[in-house]
């Protein structure tokens, strides 16, 4: 399959555009320094946008097109931690046998356990999810730890890249990022600083999470090198990984200590599971115990 056409461009300006009839989006310096990014290779290009807007600390979009060879989608949307609004992510990684998708609005406090979130903002969406559960069925079994930040709507996804498909995750792409900017319109601001400083160690939490874990890290390292591959993840990507909180990966996820002290590099310890959707239509989980990272 040539998939220089499936390129993931157009994606990001619906979302731009999208943003725009909602909020004011203001530019961030970062996406100029990565924008001017050489990359290894000479046929891939990395194209990074960020801004930030009333309500939403960041928004940013890295797309790597390597034409006929690979297509990537790193976009997420990160509230103000005045809000508890869930982040949106989507990550959609493209090759011409294969393509891994992720669609969601992560949720900032794991929904198995705190059932008043999961009502708060998920209930609502629960149609939306089944919308494509058929379209875009579950991707196999995915590192367990993974899912304590997905949302009973995540798209987890893979599949022989294909037209048809890339079609229908433009579609649901469209529909979670217009859904997402709802519950940002809607959202108050919270009125306990308390519930505002949790909000702000749970976007820490995960911005940790991903700084260290995220799958797509090997290759960025591959395209740009180990030294502006971790600029890029620690002050664009997961920006606010180094200021939001002070405490370290080992902290929050002390499973992975090494008798060393150092971090296990495995992406999980725990392993893959959960071959089927663990959640049903009603955003039940139905996935047994679990263990709470
Ligand atoms: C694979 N990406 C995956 C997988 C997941 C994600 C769940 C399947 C493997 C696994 O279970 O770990 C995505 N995981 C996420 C997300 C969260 C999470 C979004 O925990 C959020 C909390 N993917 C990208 C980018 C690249 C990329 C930018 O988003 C490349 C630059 C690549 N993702 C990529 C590759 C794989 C993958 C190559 C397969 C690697 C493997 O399975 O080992």
């Given at each position: 399959m040539d998939i220089s056409s499936l390129s993931y461009h157009k994606f990001v300006n619906f979302?731009?555009?999208?943003?725009?009839?909602h909020t004011t989006l203001t530019p961030l310096p970062y996406q100029e320094k990565v924008?001017?990014?050489?990359?290894?290779?000479?046929?891939?290009?990395?194209?990074?946008?960020?801004?930030?807007?009333?309500?939403?600390?960041?928004?940013?979009?890295?797309?790597i097109d390597g034409s006929s060879s690979m297509q990537v989608l790193d976009?997420?949307?990160?509230?103000?931690?005045?809000?508890?609004?869930?982040?949106?992510?989507?990550?959609?990684?493209?090759?011409?046998?294969?393509?891994?998708?992720?669609?969601?609005?992560?949720?900032?406090y794991d929904t198995r356990t705190w059932q008043d979130y999961?009502?708060?903002?998920?209930?609502?969406?629960?149609p939306l999810g089944q919308k494509y559960a058929e379209l875009l069925p579950w991707g196999e079994k995915i590192t367990?730890?993974?899912?304590?930040?997905?949302?009973?709507?995540?798209?987890?996804?893979?599949?022989?890249?294909?037209?048809?498909?890339?079609?229908?995750?433009?579609?649901?792409?469209?529909?979670?990022?217009?859904?997402?900017?709802?519950?940002v319109d809607q959202a108050l601001p919270e009125t306990k600083s308390l519930q505002m400083l949790h909000n702000k160690e749970a976007q820490h939490r995960y911005l940790t999470w991903r700084a260290e874990k995220d799958p797509g890290h090997p290759l960025l390292k591959k395209l740009v090198g180990e030294d502006l591959a971790r600029d890029v993840v620690r002050s664009f990507l997961f920006e606010g990984v180094d200021s939001l909180g002070t405490k370290t990966f080992l902290d929050y996820f002390p499973q992975?200590?090494?008798e060393d002290g150092?971090?296990?590099?495995?992406?999980?310890?725990?392993?893959?599971?959960?071959?089927?959707?663990?959640w049903n239509a009603k955003g039940e989980f139905i996935g047994g115990s679990y263990f709470q990272p």
């Open positions: 979302a731009l555009e999208e943003a725009q009839l924008r001017s990014m050489k990359v290894k290779d000479e046929k891939t290009v990395l194209h990074a946008l960020s801004y930030k807007a009333p309500k939403i600390r960041l928004l940013r979009s890295l797309t976009f997420a949307g990160i509230p103000d931690p005045m809000f508890d609004i869930p982040i949106f992510c989507a990550n959609f990684f493209t090759i011409p046998s294969l393509s891994i998708i992720v669609l969601d609005l992560n949720p900032l999961k009502e708060k903002y998920y209930l609502n969406l629960l367990s730890e993974s899912l304590s930040f997905f949302s009973p709507i995540v798209i987890w996804t893979k599949y022989a890249t294909n037209q048809f498909k890339h079609d229908i995750l433009f579609s649901a792409f469209m529909d979670y990022f217009k859904a997402w900017l709802e519950l992975y200590r090494r150092s971090i296990n590099q495995k992406r999980s310890v725990i392993g893959k599971s959960y071959e089927t959707r663990p």
